[in-house]
Nanobody
Framework: QVQLVESGGGLVQAGGSLRLSCAAS????????VGWIRRAPGKEREFVAAINTSGGSTSYTDSVKGRFTISRDNAKNTVYLQMNSLKPEDTAVYYC????????????????WGQGTQVTVSS
């Protein structure tokens, strides 16, 4: 079992930045691709970003490309999402997700989920 705990959410003005963290326990994250999935109020879940086991490959949804950066520190068993130039439409609950198969994160069917952290961007 992998337990995922997100942190770093909060309220920020448009144009501001936040860094989300996803800390894992139970098992090392080194064998898992990890990603971020968000759900905005009244909307469906949306894939945001993913990173492979080594950190050498990343993917992003088009709306965050150039603004968000996903990274991982396997020594700390933690994955990060640096979010810059935030927009009100980025407001959502952000969930960390992990799976041995990176494709499962893209399809939003990972084996493991965190509890989510709220990000609110005011205009």
């Amino acid at each position: 079992q992998v337990q995922l705990v997100e942190s770093g959410g909060g309220l920020v003005q448009a144009g501001g930045s936040l860094r989300l963290s996803c800390a894992a326990s139970g098992r090392t994250l080194i064998w898992y691709a990890v990603g971020w999935i968000r759900r905005a109020p009244g909307k469906e879940r949306e894939f945001v970003a993913a990173i492979n086991t080594s950190g050498g490959s990343t993917s992003y949804t088009d709306s965050v490309k150039g603004r968000f950066t996903i990274s991982r520190d396997n020594a700390k068993n933690t994955v990060y999402l640096q979010m810059n130039s935030l927009k009100p439409e980025d407001t959502a609950v952000y969930y960390c997700a992990a799976d041995r198969n990176e494709n499962s994160i893209g399809t939003m069917e990972p084996d493991y989920w965190g509890q989510g952290t709220q990000v609110t961007v005011s205009s």
